[in-house]
T-cell receptor, first 115, second 116 residues
Framework: NAGVTQTPKFQVLKTGQSMTLQCAQD?????MYWYRQDPGMGLRLIYY???????DKGEVPNGYNVSRLNKREFSLRLESAAPSQTSVYFC??????????????FGEGSRLTVL | AQSVSQHNHHVILSEAASLELGCNYS??????LFWYVQYPGQHLQLLLK??????LVKGIKGFEAEFIKSKFSFNLRKPSVQWSDTAEYFC??????????????FGTGTKLQVIP
């Protein structure tokens, strides 16, 4: 079972370049998320999508855009990369309904360096 | 908005020592609680979860956690750690409300180093 798949795993960008991180899940989950992980700061939510066709901002949305292409796919775009966006990015998904919510399934992460 | 505090940022233990990692959250309503583990170079994996019922929950690899509602705490414990438990541990809270989306909030993590 693939679970949550992210691409690319590594990327180096120059300041001002753009790129898209791709994420796909095969668990038929309703909700999908993008987090960034920085040392000493835990995981911070960038954007989330509670269901197909909806997206909302998380804690740190500035400089990012997202697209929930269909139920399986949720992409994160950096329009004009900045060094402050150097981080490890994790995509996650969850069933997202009912009382047993919040259990997240994570992708393997994408390490992005912006020079 | 809810918040999650993990007071221990870095813990160093010898093998066979007992472990307790603290997690406190701020939210007055119903919560689902989680501990995730991230081994070096890997993604986060679920260690254990609490939805309802018995406040003492058991997870994988001998870990357990106790939900104490009155203290807003969900501390992680293991009686005897192994070198392979070296990892970063994250507490997470999903606040449940009436309708809408319930965000999952993570603590800042605790790095556990187990010395052989």
């Amino acid at each position: 079972n693939a679970g949550v798949t992210q691409t690319p795993k590594f990327q180096v960008l120059k300041t001002g370049q753009s790129m898209t991180l791709q994420c796909a899940q095969d668990m038929n989950h309703n909700s999908m998320y993008w987090y960034r992980q920085d040392p000493g700061m835990g995981l911070r939510l960038i954007y989330y999508s509670a269901s197909e066709g909806t997206t909302d901002k998380g804690e740190v949305p500035n400089g990012y855009n997202v697209s929930r292409l269909n139920k399986r796919e949720f992409s994160l775009r950096l329009e004009s990369a900045a060094p402050s966006q150097t981080s490890v990015y994790f995509c996650a998904s969850s069933h997202g309904t009912g009382g047993r919510t919040g259990e997240l399934f994570f992708g393997e992460g994408s390490r992005l360096t912006v020079l | 908005a809810q918040s999650v505090s993990q007071h221990n940022h870095h813990v160093i233990l010898s093998e066979a020592a007992s472990l307790e990692l603290g997690c406190n959250y701020s939210y007055g309503g119903t919560v689902n609680l989680f501990w995730y583990v991230q081994y070096p170079g890997q993604h986060l994996q679920l260690l254990l979860k609490y939805f309802s019922g018995d406040p003492l929950v058991k997870g994988i690899k001998g870990f357990e956690a106790e939900f104490i509602k009155s203290k807003f705490s969900f501390n992680l414990r293991k009686p005897s750690v192994q070198w392979s438990d070296t990892a970063e541990y994250f507490c997470a809270v999903n606040a449940l409300g009436s309708g809408g989306y319930q965000k999952v909030t993570f603590g800042t993590g605790t790095k556990l180093q187990v010395i052989p």
